[in-house]
């Protein structure tokens, strides 16, 4: 489980966050939806300890994120938005160092890739360098990577970006997967239609404050709108949001 409270953090003037608050429990997935610059990048790397909070607090499994950073990170697996593999390291080769990195290794560290290869489909590119991997490719490379020690918190930065189609698909069908296992997955996007069909429940961030937080109905019920999508527009307060 995670939870946030209150968290803000600026950038010299910019208030890139302010006061978010939210908690998601295990088995299910929680959407942060908004806008570009909305600040749902900066909320995560606040949550995986990359960034410290200017104020508010944090806890992944009841550890504080501040003051335990490194058994928080423990316990969460992150893809991000920048995925940043080593290009002259195989899939295989990137992913067993950050097994190791996280105390894996022997039998049990290359059984538990041998795992994730077949569930992401990736066997064909596991002993490629990743130098030259199509967006997709590189995307299962990364998630497989944050996979690796089976975290119970999963955060993912916009996992379908760049992505065509059928590999968009696949992803999506991943996170249910990992929602249905029991995990507490973070889910950012500025997909309208991409967190009406995973999310148990949303919060919506504008201009780096909670708007509005709840399930689909209850967000249609606050807006009194009759559409996640005219919900959403009422809650940033302003069209020109999803365009920025």
Known sequence: MI???????????????????????????????????????????????????????????GFDVRENPLEAQKRLGVLADARGLYPRLTSRENIRYY??????????????MDELFALLEMREIADRKTEGFSTGEKSKVALARALVHDPQNILLDEPTNGLDVMSARAMRQFVSRLRDEGKCVVFTSHIMQEVAALCNRIVIISRGEVVANGNADELKRQTGKETLEDAFVAAIGSEEGLLR
């Open 3 to 61: 939870q946030a409270h209150q968290l803000s953090k600026s950038f010299k003037a910019v208030r890139a966050v302010k006061d978010v608050s939210f908690s998601a429990p295990n088995g299910e997935i929680t959407g942060l939806l908004g806008p570009n610059g909305a600040g749902k990048s900066t909320t995560l790397r606040m949550l995986y300890a990359l960034l410290k909070p200017d104020s508010g607090s944090a806890t992944v499994d």
């Open 99 to 112: 097994g190791r990195l996280h105390g894996m290794e022997g039998e049990a560290l290359e059984k538990k």
